[in-house]
């Protein structure tokens, strides 16, 4: 994984080889023939895990239109709205499914952690999309399950990534659609005798996202949310501003354009996620984009290119505002890392020593601290001998230079070597 780095381009840090996705919406679709009601109703009993209403009237007169949902524990959803799952009977004998599904490819992979893709491609619907037993390796801060262990993640180079993150989307979709041919559709042979194939028509809804490592994730995006509130009122005017939390994870969301929001957050202490988010159908954007064929998985690779371009076009305007530090990351380090390597009693009158002289000899403090602290890399190895065979051991410079950040001053030493 990247390091986070606000120095750094957007081209660097988010290639559209490294995005992977995360929550989409698919529409499916396919129909059989069911020459009588009684049929269709005892295949809707039979379906075990889906569950749904029946309302007065289909579409024609005399139809009867199934509201279906999927129960807990599979790997996709039906969507929530009033048509986004319908399995509609016409006396004309039709049976038609009309469906919208959302499915999450990471959080897919995260729950067949330690398995190849190889692996996954040859289980059954049930083992790939049911996965009971088996728990994502890592919970993230927001409280979900769709991230991903640092090996798991694919190649170290962008072509192998991008080769694996293809793979496993395809992978993924044609789980989901041998789910309704084996699983679904063996259940009433005679409806789906002559059934129509099943389609993916259109993506409704995509998230494609970038993940950064940090030191401090949480301390980064306090840092920006703290700029993009306060100082950056030209940067808020051109993109709407929302910020929130999610259980632990600090969110900032900012709208690209209409439909389109990227949203960063700490999705791990160690792990900065970067993700846009299409909330209107992509079929236009993905012809831009470079698609072919039309189909839901072209459509949605060729969407890695548009996100790439958003998030350097947004990084353009915001990468200023995170400066070169971490924020008050480097401050919670340094103080860790003080109280750890000196007795409490010694913490003020060091503090005092090494904010305003950047450094401290070893005529007052013991050799046992200065050791511990040089260890945890708060002060130089390097000492310098004094008059009278005095040592004073030098601030490190990253310290030194968090200092002047704090108090506004520039006395971290210029010649003084990086540590």
């Known amino acids: 994984m990247k ?8 081209w660097f ?8 996705f995360d929550r989409m919406q698919v529409t499916v679709s396919f129909s059989g023939r069911s020459p009588d009601l009684d049929t269709f109703r005892q295949m809707m009993e039979d379906v075990g895990d889906w569950n749904g209403s029946t309302p007065d009237q289909g579409r024609r007169p005399g139809g009867k239109r199934y509201r279906l949902g999927i129960v807990k524990g599979w790997l996709l ?3 929530g709205s009033r048509e986004a799952g319908t399995v509609t009977w016409q006396p004309n004998g039709r049976v038609s499914f009309n469906l919208t599904l ?3 490819l990471t959080r897919f992979l995260a729950r067949h952690h330690g398995k190849s893709l190889d692996q996954i491609a040859l289980m059954t619907q049930n083992e790939a999309l049911h996965p009971v037993a088996q728990r994502a390796s890592l919970v993230s801060l927001d409280g979900k399950d769709n991230v991903l262990a640092r090996q798991e993640m694919g190649g170290t180079s962008f072509e192998r990534r991008s080769e694996r993150w293809e793979a496993a989307l395809r992978i993924y979709l044609a789980h989901v659609r041998a789910l309704f041919e084996n699983e679904i559709a063996e259940l009433s042979p005679d409806v789906f005798q002559n059934a129509s194939p099943i389609r993916f028509e259109a993506v409704q809804q995509a998230e494609v996202y970038w993940e950064l490592s940090s030191d401090d994730a949480i301390s980064a995006v306090a840092t920006l949310r703290s700029a993009l509130m306060t100082t950056a009122s030209e940067v808020r005017a051109t993109f709407p501003l929302s910020c929130g939390m999610v259980r632990d994870a600090c969110y900032v969301t900012l709208e690209v354009t209409k439909g389109i929001f990227v949203t960063i957050y700490a999705k791990a202490h160690d792990r900065l996620r970067f993700e846009v988010k299409y909330t209107r ?12 064929n039309g189909n ?12 790439a371009d958003r998030m350097l076009r947004l990084w353009i305007a915001i990468a200023p505002l995170l400066g070169d530090e971490s924020g008050p990351g480097d401050l919670f380090d340094f103080i860790r890392l003080f109280a750890h390597a000196n007795p409490r009693e010694e913490h003020r009158m060091l503090i005092s020593l090494l904010g305003n002289n950047r450094s401290v000899t070893d005529s007052g403090i013991s ?6 602290l040089i260890r945890v890399g708060v002060l130089g190895p390097r000492a310098s001998v004094r008059h009278g065979g005095v040592k004073r051991y030098p601030l490190a410079r990253r310290w030194s230079l968090l200092f002047d950040q704090r108090l506004g001053r520039s006395d971290c030493p210029s010649t003084q070597r990086a540590d």
Do not use: C, W, Y
């Open 77 to 79: 959803e039906i969507a």
């Open 367 to 372: 050799p046992a601290t200065i050791k511990s």
């Open 3 to 10: 390091p986070f780095d606000p120095a750094m381009p957007a």
């Open 281 to 292: 159908p992509i079929r236009q954007i993905a012809d831009r984009a470079g698609a072919t």
């Open 13 to 20: 840090l988010f290639p559209h080889q490294e995005s992977q």
């Open 296 to 307: 839901a998985a072209n459509d949605l690779l060729a969407l890695r290119s548009d996100a």
């Open 102 to 104: 959302v499915i999450n």
